[in-house]
């Protein structure tokens, strides 16, 4: 059964170090492509780091593997994936006429793929 979360994209200073080795690299491709999810959602869900999951929204939808987050990164309910191809597949289109379009707080639904 589907669970509705809200996932967070933004930038980890993994993501850089591996960028300035290729945006094809393992090591890139690994980083932008692993959804962080908390433990107790992790439990909850029946989930063990390297589980593929599915997400999805209104936008789109993408099956990567899922890690642990740690310590107290994030609270339950909160999702985190790192900027790339794989959370700009679940972002929309419309800028509110910043150019930019909305990359933070994006509802999504998971469950395990």
Do not use: H
Not at 73 to 78: A, I, K, Q, V
């Amino acid at each position: 059964m589907a669970e509705e979360f809200i996932l967070i994209p933004g930038r980890t200073s993994k993501q850089g170090t591996t960028l300035n080795e290729g945006k094809y690299t393992d090591g890139y491709l690994e980083e932008i492509g692993t959804l962080q999810i908390c433990d107790q959602d992790m439990q909850r869900l029946g989930l063990s780091d390297g589980d593929q999951v599915r997400m999805w929204n209104d936008v789109g939808e993408v099956t990567v593997p899922c890690k642990t987050s740690k310590g107290d990164e994030l609270p339950p309910g909160l999702l985190f994936i790192s900027y790339g191809m794989w959370s700009s597949a679940l972002m929309g289109g419309d800028t509110q006429g910043s150019g930019m379009p909305d990359s933070k707080g994006l509802d999504v639904f998971l469950e395990p793929a």
